[in-house]
């Protein structure tokens, strides 16, 4: 991309930040370079952003084709700015994670319509995978809402019809349903699914409870009811485990 096109595309995803653009800039120089020049210097960091970056043309014709409303078009939009700025503004990163980058390609490759308070991933005709944005509490009046609403948007962009609806989540741990009250939240989301025991999900705790790389037990916020009986239970030596659901 050059620098009108880059303009361009971070404007469509309406990031006007100038920090923004000047980082994509000095990136897009560096890997202009010679292969020679470019394997003898450290990798920009902003890499991972311009590579979603070039992916915009490609969303927009994704839309196009799925015949996307402006509903969810606008969505789209929108959560492809957080995926490009989020972890730079709030977590203070040099650049968004490759975790972010994979996310955004599922925009990008349009495998995702959000309705209410979850979002759906098709992944064939007869499944689709639920994922819950942390921007807001998890209230299970609004998630039954945003399921069942979410089959005629489902059938409309994804041609599936009674869709199998799966969750794979810290949400629905094992571990931590037997540690939350049952008038939590987590509790009565964890009760919409039959759920299985996955594998060693400690990461999506130390990410999405306590915002933070992997530290000592000991080192961990306490700030939260949640927080603090996570890491009573961690530091008495426990597990905990990511739990695989199926929608009862």
Not at 133 to 144: A, F, N
Not at 198 to 227: M, N, P
């Amino acid at each position: 991309m050059n620098k009108e096109n880059t303009d361009s595309v971070i404007s469509y995803y309406d990031i006007n930040d100038e920090w923004y653009h000047k980082k994509c800039y000095a990136c897009m120089i560096v890997m202009d370079a010679s292969a020679e020049e470019l394997f003898h210097q450290p990798v920009h960091p902003f890499v991972t952003s311009v590579a979603l970056l070039c992916g915009c043309q490609l969303h927009q014709k994704n839309m196009e084709k799925h015949q996307f409303d402006e509903v969810q078009q606008s969505i789209h939009k929108i959560r492809m700015k957080e995926v490009l700025t989020k972890d730079i503004v709030q977590r203070k990163l040099k650049s968004i994670r490759i975790s972010q980058m994979i996310w955004g390609t599922y925009f990008i490759n349009v495998r995702l319509v959000e309705v209410g308070r979850l979002q759906y991933e098709y992944v064939d005709m007869h499944t689709i995978r639920i994922h819950i944005p942390s921007d807001e509490k998890l209230e299970v009046l609004k998630v039954i809402d945003s399921i069942t609403s979410s089959k005629n948007v489902i059938k409309q962009y994804f041609k599936v019809e009674k869709p199998q609806y799966v969750c794979d989540s810290w949400l629905l741990s094992p571990e931590i349903h037997q540690l939350v009250s049952k008038d939590s939240n987590i509790y009565q989301f964890y009760e919409l699914f039959d759920v299985s025991k996955g594998y060693d999900c400690i990461r999506d705790i130390f990410d999405f409870v306590y915002r933070t790389k992997e530290c000592d037990y000991h080192e961990l916020a306490e700030e939260t009811s949640l927080q603090r009986v996570i890491k009573e239970y961690l530091l008495d030596g426990n597990c905990i485990h990511l739990g695989c659901g199926i929608l009862k």
